[in-house]
Each structure stands twice: as structure tokens, then as C-alpha cells.
């Protein structure tokens, strides 16, 4: 699966190269097609997994909310992630680095619920 992935990208990239200099025009067409491809076949894989994931975790009805917060938080770190890398890739690394600290912040929020439990839960035991 992994294998697949990694050597798709790897050709779309040395095809991207090879083309590139060839002609420079389509290059950006094909390094979108690319992105486009891989990003079908990551979905593709993802989808099965995170079916798998949810029904192995739905029997437990106490973790149902742990896991929304951390499939949120994981979903956060990827969208984020990408769009640094996007933003980097062009030249725009103050926006990257924004987006970056938006993520941060954004997960922080995600988990001050588990914070605030952890923290009634040492009080609780000092009293």
C-alpha cells in the first residue's frame, strides 16, 4: 500500500522533471494530475482504515468522544501540514509558518476538554 504510493510519486516526480524540460507548460499539469492521483489512491486507503478504525471503537461508548477529538486533531496536523507545504513551496513562508501556528493553537483548543478533566481529576485527588 505505502510502496505503491511512494513509487507512484516518485515517477509523477521524475516524469514531472524529464517533461519539465522538455516543455515547461505542461509540467504544472502534470504535477497537479500528480497531486490529484495521489491524493485519490491516500483517500482510497484512508476511507477503508478509518471504517475499520470507527467500528473496532463503537462497541465503546466512553472513548466515542476521545476519538472525535483525535480524528479532528489528526485532521487539523494534515490540512495544516499540506498547507504549509503548499505555501512553502511557493515562496510564502510567513504564511506557512501562520498556518503552522494556527494548527498548533487549533489542537490546543481540541484538547483543553482533556485538560480541564486532568486538572479536576489532581484536585479531586489532593482533597
Known amino acids: 500500500m505505502v510502496l505503491n504510493v511512494i513509487i507512484?510519486?516518485?515517477i509523477l516526480t521524475v516524469i514531472s522533471l524529464l517533461i519539465g524540460q522538455i516543455k515547461?507548460?505542461?509540467a504544472f499539469f502534470i504535477k497537479i494530475s500528480g497531486v490529484l492521483i495521489l491524493l485519490l489512491s491516500i483517500l482510497t486507503i484512508a476511507q477503508d482504515k478509518i471504517s475499520e478504525f470507527t467500528s473496532y471503537f463503537s462497541q465503546l461508548s466512553d472513548i466515542t468522544d476521545v476519538m472525535k477529538t483525535l480524528i479532528k486533531a489528526a485532521a487539523v496536523c494534515i490540512a495544516t501540514s499540506i498547507?504549509?507545504?503548499i505555501c512553502k513551496e511557493n515562496g510564502n513562508t510567513a504564511i506557512a509558518q501562520c498556518v503552522e501556528l494556527f494548527g498548533r493553537f487549533a489542537i490546543f483548543t481540541l484538547c483543553l476538554p482533556f485538560?480541564?478533566?486532568a486538572i479536576k481529576t489532581a484536585l479531586s485527588?489532593?482533597?
Do not use: G, K
Request: proline share 7%; aromatic share 6%.
Open 8 to 10: 507512484c510519486a516518485l
Open 24 to 26: 515547461p507548460e505542461y
Open 115 to 117: 485538560i480541564e478533566s
Open 125 to 127: 485527588l489532593i482533597d
Open 83 to 85: 498547507t504549509s507545504s
